[in-house]
């Protein structure tokens, strides 16, 4: 099983400041990686799949980066609705699908 | 506009057994693999098991392979997760969810849909 590790576990930022979310791969998965974004109370939302394609609907300040075992979720600017609990999933070495443990992006 | 929603939750005992059902709506069921995706208390995201779109292939995690059972009503555009013999660890909240992309025959393994998810409690 491939599990994934994501750092930092929460993270605080003001409003408008870059955050930069990190999701490590206990082996490589190629570019098969997704990322997803969960508010309390709502759906989990898809933002990032194969590594960096966004998804439909989504701001291009949410961007993504990486290969192998090394992924990196960016917000450029972040934006009030925009802190929330991020997973990284991994579909590259499946059977079983597996998510990282969240990273929570809370407001300084 | 495409809604997932769960029912079938509740409490039940150490060996006992509950049906989950997903109803669907929004789009063209059958064209579409599914997934159950569970998230016990204060704890992260544990893929359950997944269906394609025909209901051909099916896939379970290690965790539940042999007491649950996925299957899917594309008559009634409703997914199922059938559990048996839970155990206290499977205390979770039970998501669906639909693959992004349009294939009834392939798992592309990434989920753009999801519903909000209905509650299991196994507790004597």
């Known amino acids: 099983e491939t599990v994934l590790t994501q750092s930092p576990a929460t993270l605080s930022l003001s409003p408008g400041e870059r955050a930069t979310l990190s999701c490590r791969a206990s082996?490589?998965?190629?570019?098969?990686l997704a990322w997803y974004q969960h508010k309390p109370g709502q759906a989990l939302r898809l933002l990032i799949y194969?590594?960096?394609k966004r998804a439909t609907g989504i701001p291009a300040r949410f961007s993504g980066s990486g290969s192998g075992t090394e992924f990196t979720l960016t917000i450029s600017s972040l934006e009030p609705e925009d802190f929330a609990v991020y997973y990284c999933?991994?579909?590259?070495?499946?059977?079983?699908?597996?998510f990282g443990q969240g990273t929570r992006l809370d407001i300084k | 506009e495409v809604q997932l929603l769960e029912s079938g939750g509740g409490l039940v005992q150490p060996g006992g057994s509950l049906r989950l059902s997903c109803a669907a709506s929004?789009?063209?069921?059958?064209?579409?693999?599914m997934t159950w995706v569970r998230q016990s208390p204060g704890k992260g995201l544990e893929w359950v098991s997944g269906?394609?779109?025909?209901?051909?292939?099916?896939y379970y995690a290690d965790s539940v392979k042999g007491r649950f059972t996925i299957s899917r009503d594309n008559s009634k555009n409703t997914l199922f997760l059938q559990m048996n013999s839970l155990r206290v660890e499977d205390t979770a909240e039970y998501r669906c969810?639909?693959?992004?992309?349009?294939?009834?025959?392939?798992?592309?393994?990434?989920?753009?849909?999801w519903g909000q998810g209905t509650l299991v409690t196994v507790s004597s």
């Open positions: 969810a639909r693959e992004k992309d349009e294939n009834s025959d392939y798992f592309s393994c990434y989920y753009d849909s």
């Open positions: 929004g789009f063209t069921f059958s064209k579409y693999s």
């Open positions: 269906i394609t779109g025909t209901g051909l292939s099916t």
């Open positions: 082996q490589s998965v190629s570019r098969y």
């Open positions: 194969d590594a960096s």
């Open positions: 999933q991994q579909r590259g070495n499946w059977p079983p699908i597996t």
